[in-house]
């Protein structure tokens, strides 16, 4: 019966059509399930004891980060384990866990038990990072640019929906319920991935396997790789630099008047509006031209985006360089990706995925951090100037360590 069912939803798609279909769809679910719950955590938070208002920042700001703190950490021995044994493996294991995980912290009685559970979330995290491991490893050479930037508008769409989601289960039902909900999309991710993921893959002994060090000085281009993986740290410490400031940043452009919140919403969903619609192309005119020109013109053109942001003088300016923001975006992550796919072995695919996973988490605890910082130095328009350093530092970054691509391709012509 499952045979069944493969075949008529998945009739004349190549395997790797198939997984990217049914990832997809993980991904989404994946984004709704985390983004659902983060508008609210705070206000969770309150709910479990009697805090101070630096005792509730203090509380909000660690649960937040210790998930992305145990993540970098955790992250590079699950790669390991998924070059061995497998990424579907590694799906699995994240997805079910997080169902777990994420659904007990509707059951919890005190701020330290959820702290606790989100540190095992940072454990079982990893489903995203695999699905890239896997898409990049079973698409075609030639694809990959555009297989994995569809791949991102998953998660990306379900980042959007999920605040949306969670602020209305929240208000009509309550915050824990909202976590019940999660954990019950992920379970649903899970069976999804048990039954319509198929990877072909040959178990590694575990003694023929190199260890990270050496296979980092193995690799054809390994300061390409390591380049990669600290550009995507600075473009998530990039993003997320303002990320938790935003809505008082539009608070204070509307002095205060109504409808702050619904606002500063549709002015965070912005960007990824614009990313989804536009990822996917730069991924196909990066298989064409080079996956290494799209990210240095984005580079360039988020430069020019992010300096007018500290001028605004009303929320539709800003709203309207949000949008230009997810272009540039569409040009960024995607396209380290494909990097990594198309420069890495695909055996050592799962750890290779893994590392660039644990410096994305380091640039997600970076990134509210100097928001944090300069903020309160120089406001919240300085913001964005010092996120426009912090692109131009990745720009040389960038532009240094792909020189060698660039030079390839000169060969080649």
């Not at 055996?347 to 660039?356: D, E, L």
Request: hydrophobic share 50%; charged share 10%; glycine share 10%.
């Amino acid at each position: 019966m499952l045979a069944n069912i493969r075949q008529r939803l998945f009739r004349r798609r190549e395997q790797w059509e198939q997984n990217l279909i049914v990832l997809w769809f993980g991904n989404f679910m994946a984004g709704v399930a985390f983004s659902l719950i983060m508008p609210f955590m705070s206000l969770y938070i309150d709910t479990l004891g009697d805090f101070t208002k630096a005792e509730l920042g203090l509380w909000s700001g660690l649960t937040y980060a210790i998930t992305f703190l145990v993540t970098a950490l955790i992250s590079p021995w699950w790669g390991k384990i998924a070059d061995r044994r497998g990424r579907k493996l590694m799906l699995l294991r994240a997805s079910l866990g997080m169902a777990v995980v994420l659904g007990a912290m509707g059951l919890v009685q005190n701020v330290y038990e959820l702290i606790a559970l989100r540190m095992l979330q940072g454990v079982f995290s990893g489903y995203i990072s695999n699905s890239n491991a896997l898409i990049a490893t079973s698409a075609p050479k030639a694809k990959s640019g555009q297989a994995l930037g569809t791949l991102t508008t998953g998660s990306v769409s379900g980042t959007l929906l999920g605040p949306l989601l969670g602020g209305i289960i929240a208000e009509a039902t309550g915050y824990r319920t909202t976590f019940f909900i999660t954990g019950t999309i992920l379970m649903i991710v899970f069976f999804l991935c048990l039954a319509f993921v198929h990877e072909e893959f040959t178990p590694i002994a575990k003694g023929d396997q190199v260890p990270g060090k050496q296979l980092l000085q193995e690799l054809k281009y390994p300061h390409l790789i390591i380049g990669m993986f600290v550009t995507t740290m600075i473009i998530q410490a990039s993003n997320n630099s303002i990320s938790p400031l935003l809505s008082l940043y539009v608070r204070e452009l509307m002095h205060h008047g109504h409808n702050v919140a619904l606002i500063s919403g549709v002015i965070a969903a912005i960007p990824g509006i614009a990313t989804l619609v536009a990822a996917p192309r730069f991924g196909a005119l990066g298989d064409r031209i080079g996956s290494e020109k799209i990210l240095i013109a984005g580079l360039i053109f988020a430069v020019f985006v992010y300096i007018p942001q500290a001028f605004v003088q009303n929320v539709w300016q800003l709203g309207g360089l949000r949008l230009l923001v997810g272009i540039a975006d569409a040009a960024l992550i995607p396209q380290v990706q494909t990097i990594l796919a198309k420069y890495s072995p695909h055996q050592s695919a799962g750890r290779i995925f893994s590392y660039n996973q644990s410096f994305q988490a380091m640039g997600n605890v970076a990134g509210p951090l100097i928001g944090s910082s300069v903020s309160g130095l120089f406001g919240y328009s300085g913001i964005f100037i010092s996120t426009t350093v912090l692109i131009i530092v990745n720009l040389f970054w960038v532009n240094q360590n792909t020189k060698v691509l660039r030079d390839q391709r000169k060969q080649k012509a």
